[in-house]
């Protein structure tokens, strides 16, 4: 073999030496290291935990007092309607500051030290998911204490409030891999978070979380059928409020969540080993 040869640019892209035969078991020390690291650094600067902590009670107070009596007619009646909905919208917001993260990482050097380490490269991310998931599951605890102090009403039971939590961290999980491809994919935090805003703003309340899509223009009625926040939505009411079918939106919300996976995990692995 020739010297051009070992050369290549696919020579330098492939994995690092030692990489290959890390076994699972190794995978599996390293990957809980690196959950211990970052949840280390959550432990020296909670200002971090800032967004999954006060997102889910200045969100629920600002749409439960302004927009509750116009929607719905009261707050009461909108508390119901909301709280199921935040479920679906916490983990977005969560997944999007991934993404910053990630980039932002690679920017002051601390991937490079990753680089110098005999670790498989997939278990920096999976770590910063299994981290995020505790951060979606701590931001939910918030949301679900705040709605019940307003006043939402479980009609149903803890193992359906259960299912439904379950539900909307699947789906907030997958959603991180799309966030990290982006932070892995862009130059700055600046236009990781410009782009999520794009993507998510009509997502977000082009679906039923903040109001009853029965009520908008049929073009905009057809986007929220197929939008995957609407499933999730009208599943996580269907399991808490006894209201609606839940199967279905169940299952098609757990469809997007492995596509999702599917497709955007060994992007964000392969993209996250070409650029160490």
């Given at each position: 073999?020739?010297?051009t040869?070992l ?29 211990r ?22 969100f ?114 997958s ?84 596509a ?17």
């Amino acid at each position: 073999m020739s010297a051009t040869t070992l050369n290549t640019p696919a020579a330098k892209s492939g994995p690092l030496p030692g990489e290959g035969r890390i076994g699972l078991r190794a995978n599996l020390r390293h990957i809980g290291a690196l959950v211990r690291r970052n949840a280390l650094q959550i432990k020296q600067d909670p200002e971090s935990m800032f967004d999954a902590l006060l997102m889910p009670i200045i969100f629920t107070l600002l749409f439960v007092y302004v927009f509750g009596g116009a929607v719905s007619g009261g707050q009461d009646a909108y508390v119901n309607y909301f709280i199921p909905g935040m479920l679906a919208m916490g983990g977005l917001n969560i997944a999007m500051s991934v993404g910053t993260g990630v980039n932002d990482d690679f920017n002051k050097g601390v991937m490079d030290r990753f680089r110098t380490m005999p670790i498989a490269r997939s278990s920096v991310l999976i770590a910063k998911l299994v981290v995020e998931t505790g951060r979606m599951l701590v931001s939910t605890v918030v949301l679900l204490c705040v709605g019940f102090a307003l006043g939402f009403d479980l009609k149903t039971g803890v193992p359906e409030l259960v299912l439904a939590v379950a539900l909307a961290l699947a789906f907030g999980s997958s959603l991180t891999w799309i966030f990290m491809l982006l932070g892995l994919s862009l130059k700055t935090p600046q236009a990781v978070q410009g782009l999520g805003f794009l993507v998510l703003m009509p997502l977000q309340f082009g679906s039923s979380v903040f109001a009853d899509p029965a009520t908008m223009p049929g073009w905009l009625r057809s986007f929220t059928d197929y939008n995957p926040l609407s499933q999730l939505a009208d599943a996580a009411r269907g399991l808490t409020q006894g209201e609606g079918a839940v199967a279905q939106p169940s299952l098609v919300c757990l469809g997007w969540a492995v596509a999702i996976t599917v497709v955007t995990a060994p992007l964000a692995v392969r993209k996250f080993r070409d650029k160490t």
